[in-house]
Structures are given as C-alpha cells and as structure tokens.
C-alpha cells in the first residue's frame, strides 16, 4: 500500500504551498487533485493581487510574511528559474467622505505599530500627484508601493515543482472519496486511484472543504459566496503603471493587466452549495464599470466605446469565515486531521505565510496556542471590534 507522512486533499495553491512547506520540513508528501491540473478551480478566478495593508494585526503579520517570500521567491524555493509575474505597483485605497481620512489615519497608525512602516497616508492633491487619474472628489488616500499582484497559476505550479524536487508525490485526476479513520486516527484515504496510506491528513479543498469535513463531524463555520471579476482586453486609455485601486466607500476596485485591466465590485449574493460550475453574469461589467468610475472618471470614457467581445468574466467562490481569516487548525477529535481553508478572499497572498504555519503546527515547532488561526478564535466573535477594511 503507498504510504507517505501527509497527504493533501486539493491542489489549489492553498494544497500546492502546504505540499511545498511540508516538504521542506522533511515530511513525505502526496497530494490529490480531482481535475486535470494544479490551480483550475477558485485559484484561477483570483484578481491575483496581494496586500499588507489589513487592519487586524494577524493578517498583516500573515500578508508581511507572504509578500516577503513572493520577493525571495527563487532562493526561498531553491528553484532558479521561479517566475510568478509578480508586479509591485501597490494598493492605493481612496475616498471621497470627508469623514473618512480620520479613520484612515487611525488605521495607519495602527498598522506602522504593527511593522507596516511603508504605508503613506495622502490627502486628495498628493493622491494626484502621484496617479493623475484619480478623481478631483477624491479627498484622502492610503498607499503602499509594496503591494500588487502575481499569477496565481505560475505560483502554485513553483510551490508544486519545488515540493515535488523536494520527493513529494503529486496525482492530478485523482478524487479522493473517503478518509479512513480508526481508533480515533487517520489511516489514509480511498481515492479513484485506490487506497493510500498517512498518518497525517491535510483537508485542503478550497469550497468542498466544509462538506467533506462535515462527514467526520467537524462543523466548519464557511459560507459559499460568489465573487466576480470582469477583464477588459485591451484599451490605450487605461494607465500601465497604475496601482490596485480600491474605492473605499464602496469596495469596487480595478487593477491594470498587462495592456488591459481587471475590475470587480462586491455584489450582494446568499451562500451556495460548492460547485466546479460558477456561472458568471453578464450584466456584472457594467456594474463594475460603474462602480470604478467613480474614483478613476477615465473609465466613462472607455465605457462609452467598449463591447462584449472586449470583456471576459470569470466567477469563483470565496469561502468566508466568520473573521474573514483563514482555518489553519486540526480536527478535535481523530488525531492527524488538518484543515487549511476558509482564506475569505485571501487566499493567494495567504498561501506561504500559511502553510509555513500548518507546517510548524505538524511538526511541532509551534504551539496550537500560538497560532492566530485555529477555531478557537471564532469563539469569542465580540473579541475583535476593529474596523474592518473594504475588500
Ligand atoms: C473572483 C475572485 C477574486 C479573488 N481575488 C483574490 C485576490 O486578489 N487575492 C487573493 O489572495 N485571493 C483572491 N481570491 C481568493 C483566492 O482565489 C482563494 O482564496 C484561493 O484560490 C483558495 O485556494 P484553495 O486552494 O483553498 O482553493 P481552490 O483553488 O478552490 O482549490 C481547491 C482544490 O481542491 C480540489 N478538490 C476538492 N475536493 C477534492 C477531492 N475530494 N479530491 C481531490 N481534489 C479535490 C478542487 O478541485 C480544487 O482544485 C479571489 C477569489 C475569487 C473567487
């Protein structure tokens, strides 16, 4: 019977950075991904983009950790031709509320105390000074040169080539029906390639993962919600050097991508069921044309002139948590059962910071008590009263 130390259900790039870290600890590692190729499902549907810039201490620890490898990510990987396409041209978060730059400041502020050093906060005239773009309504910003965005697709494919250099085993078109359990431990799984044994198991399939858990008695708090984003091709109008623009007052949000752009805007949605079958709506680019235009006016402009033949849109399903972070934690009851899910939208600029933390809890060089993850937290929901930030 093939055995390994840990096996990973999903090969998302939450499953490809858990393979890649728990194979630099030394642990044997094989994981199943049901589709054809690594990345296919919510990992493909990503804006790609990566942020510091949070307000809760956590996931700006988290974001630091991750961006810092993303910049390293050739000697972190010990692969010498690594190329995840990353381009840091930041994250500029802006408003049009008067009462909005107080609250900015504050949350800057908090963020410098936490090790954010680099966030500027600009009132609307050095906002245009530095993107001429932006709105004359606009009337404070935050900023940080650090952010920006990366292909998802190239970063789970590094994580899985360096894992696999490192003897992981890695099985595309492989379900993996069932995890065996007895006397309170994980067996193995039976997988449509036949049964595999590991004492430990690492439950790492993005918006499958609350069912599957919930076949062995573990309640995870995650609700399905659809996210969109819409792609315009290409258009002259729209600047190359522009950073992720975030409209703070409403969550719509554009980035450049290569000659074109990605725009999205949250829309209200009820939870679903996990799917592979996401169906986009068409009516959702004009939303979010609308909503983008409002702190970056060129967007009418290039409204007026755009057709479908100029747009593509893509739908995945983000798995919310109650805190909107991660599942980094271990089943309650049957020993080696891990899950690493629920990243809210994160879940690309998460990924290393948090497989290097699933990877320290397995092998014992962090306490459970340490990490900021596990499901612990959710029970005392009223703990965290900060400010959230938009997206
Ligand atoms: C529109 C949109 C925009 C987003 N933008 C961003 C962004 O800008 N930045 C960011 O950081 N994040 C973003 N996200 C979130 C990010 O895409 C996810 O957090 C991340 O991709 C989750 O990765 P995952 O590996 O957990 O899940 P997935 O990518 O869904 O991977 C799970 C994998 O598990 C496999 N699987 C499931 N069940 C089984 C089984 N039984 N056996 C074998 N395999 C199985 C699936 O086939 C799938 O490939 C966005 C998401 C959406 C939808």
């Not at 870290?21 to 991904?33: D, I, S, Y």
């Not at 009462?99 to 050093?117: D, I, N, Y």
């Not at 979010?288 to 970056?296: F, H, K």
Request: proline letters at 5%; charged letters at 25%; aromatic letters at 8%.
């Amino acid at each position: 019977m093939p055995t390994s130390d840990v096996i990973i259900i999903g090969g998302g790039i939450v499953g490809a950075a858990s393979a890649f870290f728990c194979a630099q600890a030394g642990l044997g590692v094989t994981l199943f991904e049901k589709r054809e190729a690594l990345g296919l499902l919510t990992t493909a549907a990503s804006l790609a983009a990566f942020r510091a810039q949070f307000a809760e201490a956590e996931n700006i620890a988290m974001m630091l950790e991750s961006i810092s490898f993303f910049e390293n990510i050739r000697e972190r990987t010990g692969l010498a031709d690594a190329d995840i396409g990353m381009v840091q041209q930041g994250y500029l978060f802006c408003t049009t509320n008067p009462e909005t730059p107080a609250r900015m400041q504050k949350r800057v502020a908090f963020q410098r105390a936490h090790g954010l050093a680099d966030v500027e906060l600009w009132d609307g005239d050095e906002t245009r000074k530095h993107f001429p773009f932006v709105s004359a309504e606009v009337v404070g910003a935050t900023y940080r040169a650090r952010d920006g965005w990366l292909s998802p697709n190239d970063l789970t494919n590094v994580y899985a080539r360096a894992a696999v250099r490192d003897g992981a085993q890695i099985f595309n078109e492989t379900n993996v029906q069932e995890i065996i359990v007895s006397g309170g431990m994980t067996r193995g799984v039976r997988t449509t390639r036949g049964e595999y044994h590991a004492p430990l198991i690492i439950l790492a399939a993005g918006p499958y993962a609350r069912r599957f858990a919930a076949r062995y008695e573990w309640d995870l708090p995650i609700n399905l919600i659809r996210r969109q984003h819409a792609a315009i091709k290409e258009n002259a109008l729209i600047p190359r050097d522009a950073p992720m623009t975030i409209d703070a007052d409403t969550g719509a949000h554009w980035r450049p991508e290569g000659r074109g752009a990605i725009l999205a805007i949250n829309t209200d949605e009820a939870p679903g069921e996990p799917t592979d079958d996401i169906k986009p709506d068409w009516e959702y680019p004009a939303l979010a044309l609308d909503g983008v235009m409002r702190v970056s006016p060129f967007w009418e402009q290039i409204a007026e002139t755009l057709r479908k033949g100029d747009l593509d849109v893509r739908a995945g399903q983000y798995d919310m948590t109650p805190d909107a972070k991660p599942i980094i934690d271990t089943h309650p009851h049957i020993r080696g059962l891990y899950v690493h899910c629920g990243y809210s939208g994160h879940g690309v600029m998460g990924s290393a910071a948090g497989a290097r933390i699933l990877a320290d809890l397995i092998t014992g060089k962090a306490k459970p008590a340490d990490n900021a993850f596990g499901m612990e937290r959710l029970k005392h929901p009223d703990a965290d009263t900060r400010e959230k930030m938009v997206l």
